[in-house]
């Protein structure tokens, strides 16, 4: 069972808080009582741990992402995702894949410190700006790096431990 505000949730109640953040993101589509019946969300036997939308017209990633606390992958990408990300992404503690690629997200990288189980971080072909976090080098999980393609971003890169496998910086201003 999954840990929700204090209580046990079910995937009844996960199900829920996931029709929350597609209406949140501007989506009208109902879900179906079991969400996990759509092909781009998977779940465990109690909680939504996928969430996978390409090529969406997804504007934002709202802050009710955060009650989804048993979601381990994310991928939205080829969207038209705009604006910062939420703070709540940071509440997530089971995130282990976060694959925002070719959209329009604007604002500086966030600090992914509370994201102990992070493995692979892709966030090119955006409008990101300022520099990498001195912090994402404490990731000692993280394996893949993706930032190419953030024209704004500017820097120098931070020396990453050698179980980062892949980092990859082209189109930037990173050096």
Do not use: D
């Given at each position: 069972m999954l840990l929700f505000?204090?209580?046990l949730a079910t995937i009844e109640q996960d199900c829920q808080a996931l029709q929350q953040v597609f209406f949140d993101m501007g989506s009208t589509k109902v879900l179906?009582?079991?969400c996990c019946e759509r092909f781009v969300i998977e779940c465990s036997a109690d909680a939504v741990t996928s969430i996978v939308l390409y090529d969406s017209t997804v504007q934002r990633i709202p802050e009710s992402i955060g009650r989804l606390q048993?979601?381990?992958n994310l991928f939205v990408s080829s969207s038209?995702?705009?604006g910062p990300?939420?703070?709540q992404l940071n509440t997530m503690t089971h995130l282990t894949y976060l694959y925002l690629s070719n959209n329009k997200i604007q604002g500086v990288l966030p600090d992914l410190t509370p994201l102990p189980n992070l493995l692979r971080l892709e966030v090119g072909k955006n409008l990101f700006s300022g520099?990498?976090?001195p912090s994402y080098t404490n990731h000692?999980?993280?394996e893949l790096l993706e930032l190419s393609g953030n024209p704004n971003l500017a820097g120098t890169l931070p020396v990453f431990p050698k179980q980062l496998l892949q980092c990859?910086?082209?189109n930037t201003k990173l050096c």
């Open positions: 505000l204090g209580v179906k009582p079991n048993s979601l381990q038209a995702l705009v990300l939420p703070e520099s990498v976090p000692t999980n993280l990859e910086a082209f």
